[in-house]
């Protein structure tokens, strides 16, 4: 990584006191902290034009929309979609994949269609599946994974029957943090002829996502976790199926002409972002994929992947504490349990510490059921932590097991 | 540890997490229900035995949480038990005041005993919900309501 010093003065929210103790944010699984060039971008928009897109003629109303379009074209380069006409701006990966799953449901899921998904899926892309076997009777299966965490992609082939659909998997677990092999799985799906969704949610923040490598047809993220604000996201969609996917949502901005009888759609992304869009939040995270695209993501994998092995070392020597996820393929998340000592007592002495970590379920119920668990701790790197935190971290825990087994 | 910490996690809580009293469940039981902080995953389950002039004559709980949810639970259960139904409400009503830091000086501080161990629990606003859980169900049980969500 290059100088760790002069990126963490990007991100003000580093040279806070928390309990009179800087603050070690290992909370970046949940959100990531913001560069100033991000929130400068977005008060830029607020403060100098503030207009809405693709309906004005005046000059206020021509620069948002250029600065907007702009980030499309920074999209596609980011994940690497051959068109920028294949990146939907949305409001996050949760309604990313409502939307996918509403669009997908009107267009080819009937009645005991089967979809897939994985055993480590985000409440995200479950409830939305759920929400359609209720109201349409399709089946939800689902890819088991082995107690490491890794999923047991042999069975894959197996799972599919003539009835199955879609496949809906997560590249990159955000409880565990097991890269899962998309592109296997990619493959395998489209050999059957099931559309396949990736949600690139945690993923996206940790490594370089290259969409025609994986042949995914659909991929959604949120900009928050890959140091963007809150309130926009990504579907990026093969522009052959966006030409014949049916809008999850109407209104304004989507439209080429409305009369009485019949409406038609516009053409390209535009049709699947009803209403006025979230400018000052895609203009922000245009600003944030130039960021991590300038730090290079092979180098934030590499140096976020040592802060990994450094904190998995050390940790392993607490007494009675449990890795969940031992994946061989992971990304910079530590998920763990202590003996005798309950995730949400480590979260606050660990905070007393100006520790930010997060514990609870992580929104992946399931995964816990599996574990048998109730919650666990989870420290989630990147590339503006150092190993000095890490030790400190460790300490800490140290200490904290110590507290409460004597 | 810092001060601030051992203010949280005084000795007596540390101890009844380690040794919950009253731990376990009682079967057939006159009352019941269950209590769950849907957030955290704390998770119990409060049975209590009570005299048809209302008495609460035996009462046990069980389930799993953290160390302040698991502690109020025991002190709640060493509290009700030989206590009225009305005493235990009413109890339930101080526990609320005291660990919300809405207890003004001289309301009911000295009914409370060992509960005032809580009393600084109000620096923490996510953990309160940790410590009136147990109280929550002692109220869903009283009620005959089912459950009590720390989130409803």
Not at chain 1, 51 to 67: C, F, M, P, Q, Y
Not at chain 1, 108 to 120: P, Q, R, T
Not at chain 1, 181 to 202: C, M, R, S, Y
């Amino acid at each position: 990584m290059q100088n760790i010093k002069l990126i963490r003065e990007d991100f003000p929210a580093l040279s806070r006191n928390i309990n009179g103790k800087p603050l070690i944010y290992f909370d970046n699984a949940a959100t990531t902290l913001k560069p100033k060039s991000v929130v400068a971008a977005m008060d830029d928009y607020y403060l100098n034009g503030a207009a809405n897109i693709h309906r004005g003629v005046h000059r206020l109303s021509i620069e948002a929309t250029d600065k907007y379009e702009n980030v499309r074209k920074i999209c596609q380069k980011f994940i690497n979609a051959r068109s920028e006409q294949e990146i939907i701006f949305t409001s996050g990966t949760t309604l990313g994949l409502n939307s996918l799953a509403l669009s997908l449901a009107v267009q080819k899921l009937s009645h005991g269609d089967e979809v897939i998904v994985s055993a480590m899926e985000h409440h995200a892309n479950i409830v939305p599946w759920q929400l359609l076997r209720e109201r349409k009777g399709i089946v939800l299966k689902v890819l088991p994974m082995n107690d490491k965490g890794e999923l047991e992609t042999q069975h894959l082939e197996a799972l599919i029957s003539p009835r199955t659909k879609v496949l809906s998997c997560v590249m990159t677990s955000n409880s565990l943090g097991t890269i899962n092999p998309v592109k296997h799985i990619t493959a395998v799906a489209h050999a059957h002829g099931l559309e396949v969704i990736i949600d690139a949610a945690q993923a996206v923040a940790h490594g370089s996502i290259d969409v025609q490598d994986i042949d995914c047809d659909y991929l959604v993220f949120s900009g928050h976790k890959v140091y963007g604000p809150t309130g926009v996201g990504v579907i990026y969609g093969k522009e052959e199926k966006l030409k014949a996917l049916p809008p999850a949502l109407g209104g304004g901005d989507m439209i080429f002409s409305v009369t009485w009888e019949k409406t038609i759609f516009a053409d390209g992304p535009v049709r699947f972002e009803a209403g006025t869009p979230p400018i000052a939040e895609v203009i922000g995270l245009g600003a944030a994929l130039e960021y991590f695209m300038a730090l290079g993501s092979e180098n934030v994998e590499r140096y976020e992947s040592t802060l990994l092995k450094r904190a998995q070392a050390a940790v392993k020597r607490i007494g009675g504490l449990r890795i969940i996820g031992e994946a061989k393929e992971k990304v910079g998340i530590l998920s763990f349990v202590i003996d005798g000592v309950h995730p949400h007592d480590i979260g606050t002495l660990l905070d007393g510490a100006g520790i930010a970590v997060r514990t609870g379920h992580h929104c992946t119920q399931p995964v816990m059921a599996f574990f048998g668990i109730p919650a666990t701790t989870r420290a989630s790197f990147s590339f503006y932590n150092t190993p000095e935190e890490v030790d400190f971290f460790v300490e800490k825990l140290t200490e904290i097991q110590k507290f409460f087994s004597t | 540890m810092q001060q601030s910490e051992e203010e949280l996690y005084k000795q007596l809580i540390l101890e009844h997490n380690k040794k919950p009293r009253n731990f376990g469940t009682l079967k057939p039981c006159t009352h019941l229900a269950e209590g769950f902080n849907p957030l955290c995953g704390d998770h119990f389950w409060l049975y209590l035995n009570c005299t048809d002039d209302g008495v609460i004559e035996d009462v046990k709980f069980t389930g799993e949480g953290c160390a302040i949810s698991k502690a109020s639970s025991s002190m709640m259960t060493e509290f009700a038990k030989g206590k009225t139904l009305e005493q235990a409400l009413a109890m339930g009503e101080l526990f609320h005041k005291l660990v919300k830091g809405e207890l003004r000086e001289g309301e009911g501080q000295e009914g409370l005993g060992k509960l005032k161990v809580f009393a600084g629990i109000w620096q923490y606003p996510a953990r309160v919900k940790c410590a009136v859980l147990a109280w929550h169900a002692l109220r869903a049980a009283i009620n005959n309501e089912k459950q009590a969500s720390t989130e409803s």
